[in-house]
């Protein structure tokens, strides 16, 4: 019956001969395929199934075979400032309030060449909630002040709601 499905279907499509002799299409390409024999098969013993798990892996043989997707490894960024006004770095932070359930957000932006305990920020604000455009308002403010900053000036943020808002990322 698989000669003649082979003779009947030698390159075109195997469904309709494989439907018309009621035959699964796996048992025909498995039927097409040469048989292969191991040397287990013939009597040959050559080691335990232990001791090719162990030889294997020192030949680097026993890597996925499936094609894996690859990410690229993470650089943490690294700001250096030698100077002042090269590197700001804004943040916001809670603030407890007068009375329970009630908070400031205290937006400030640090100059990270003078950081430190002596350090003082080169602007800051208090509001009443966290919003992107207080943000962008507070960032554009700044930059006014010190117009020399924006041409040489690279602005560090973490990755809140308000620091990546489409404003102030603009």
Known sequence: M????????PTGSVDPVCRALGIPRASFYRHRRPETTTELDEGIYLA?????????????ETTERRNQLTHPTYHKPKLLAVRPNQVWSWDITKLLGPTRWIYFCLYVIIDIFSRGPKGTPVSWMVAHQELATLAERLIADTLAKDGNAAK???????????MT???VAL
Do not use: K
């Not at 199934?49 to 020192?58: D, G, Q, S």
């Open 48 to 60: 335990s199934e232990h001791t090719f798990y162990r030889v294997l892996p020192a030949q680097g």
């Open 165 to 167: 808002s489409e404003p």
């Open 152 to 162: 040489q000036l690279t602005i560090h943020m973490d990755r809140g709601s308000a």
């Open 2 to 9: 698989m000669g003649l499905a082979t003779s009947l279907a």
